[in-house]
């Protein structure tokens, strides 16, 4: 069965440079900034947010990788120890659907004291049952409850993200 993309890689690649930029803009103050990707695909996008932020701008980055079950998420662990205290912290997914997910990964950092906390997403879903908007989005759209979105990488590559 042929993928029924939503995003090409050409298109993708783009609209990871122009969430890179606003970044740049909305944080053109800052010395260092976090970038959390949640593993798989939103750590693949938080290292080529990392790689085009540096081709951008001289703002350092740090990166580091949340692990949680995304079903049962009881438990979120990160790649390393850092301190979040007063650094701006990006928290990025590959899919933004109900909230839940970037609600629970948000949850470790609320017991530190980060600057600031904004959320990064290639696809927005229109379904939230949690308080969770991201802040950055590459692309928004409207699906069924039944339809799923997937982001595809290979290696360090995002691929691009296809509706089933």
Do not use: C
């Not at 260092?32 to 080529?48: D, F, Q």
């Amino acid at each position: 069965m042929a993928k029924n993309y939503i995003l090409s890689e050409e298109v993708t690649q783009r609209k990871l440079l122009r969430m890179a930029y606003e970044i740049l803009e909305n944080n053109f103050d800052e010395k260092e900034i976090l970038l959390a990707g949640i593993r798989n695909s939103g750590s693949v996008m938080a290292r080529n947010i990392q790689k085009l932020l540096a081709s951008i701008s001289d703002i350092t980055t740090d990166i580091i990788t949340i692990t949680l079950d995304k079903k049962f998420p009881e438990e979120v662990t990160f790649s390393k120890e850092i301190s979040f205290d007063n650094k701006p912290v990006i928290l990025i997914d590959d899919v933004s659907n109900t909230g839940r997910t970037l609600l629970y990964a948000l949850k470790p950092f609320l017991s530190a004291h980060p600057k600031k906390i904004q959320t990064l997403v290639l696809v927005e879903r229109t379904h939230k049952i949690f308080p969770v908007k991201p802040y950055y989005v590459g692309l928004s759209v409207s699906t069924t409850l039944q339809e799923h979105i997937y982001v595809e990488v290979e290696g360090e590559l995002v691929k691009g993200a296809w509706l089933e």
